[in-house]
């Protein structure tokens, strides 16, 4: 199956600084890239999704001047988490999709904030 | 809105015994339903999807799920655990529109398997 990758899988961050994350598809051209978040033994929960070039379509109560989205090529969307704090704390997980194709997940970031 | 519930939030099994993991949702429409697995730490692998036709699907690993429209269920299923399933799967129903899918994922069902 086709592969998308996360970076990095583990980030480990001080209160108030931010932090990329980014998405890359490896072997297709991702159309629509999607973020996840998923909190300890929860759900995952769609944050965002991007279309390439186009602006990110963020879902109710996710703040898009703290979690910037970029997907400015084919390959590579990049999750920014900015001025992040303890409660960012989470994993977060990209998909993407060519088209209408089944989409693949990456393998997560796991982010905490200290 | 679509949703999706996942009675059993952890099951054990003996390896060899049978596994069924329940899926429920609500959907207007006719449903794109997908169960995926989570390893620890690790993103989210596709198991089987059901779209449309039949509706006993195959996927990997020896998964199987039934599509019961009127019980709006999708429940997995596995004749013979193996030790290696250990790891929280996930339904998941889709809204596919255009060049977008939304997927709503239920809570999880964590699985246990002792040798």
């Known amino acids: 199956g086709a592969v998308v990758s996360q970076h990095p899988s583990w980030v480990i961050c001080k209160s108030g600084t931010s932090v990329k994350i980014e998405c890359r598809s490896l072997d297709f051209q991702a159309t629509t890239m999607f973020w996840y978040r998923q909190f300890p033994k929860q759900s995952l929960m769609l944050m965002a999704t991007?279309?390439?070039?186009?602006?990110?379509?963020?879902e109710q109560g996710v703040e898009k001047d703290k979690f910037l989205i970029n997907h400015a090529s084919l390959t590579l969307s990049t999750l920014t988490v900015t001025s992040a704090h303890p409660e960012d704390s989470s994993f977060y997980i990209c998909?993407?999709?060519?088209?209408?194709?089944?989409?693949?997940f990456g393998q997560g970031t796991r982010l905490t904030v200290v | 809105a679509q949703s999706v519930t996942q009675p059993d939030i952890h099951i054990t099994v003996s390896e060899g015994a049978s596994l069924e993991l329940r899926c429920n949702y609500s959907?207007?429409?006719?449903?794109?339903l997908f169960w995926y697995v989570q390893s620890p730490g690790q993103g989210l692998q596709l198991l089987l999807k059901y779209f449309s036709g039949d509706t006993l699907v195959q996927g990997i690993k020896g998964f199987e799920a039934e599509f019961k429209r009127s019980q709006s269920s999708f429940n997995l299923r596995k004749p013979s655990v193996h030790w290696s399933d250990a790891a929280e799967y996930f339904c998941a129903v889709g809204e596919v529109t255009g060049t977008a899918s939304k997927l709503t994922f239920g809570t999880g069902t964590r699985l246990q398997v002792t040798l």
């Open positions: 998909s993407a999709r060519e088209g209408a194709r089944q989409a693949f």
């Open positions: 991007s279309n390439e070039g186009s602006k990110a379509t963020y």
């Open positions: 959907y207007g429409a006719t449903p794109y």
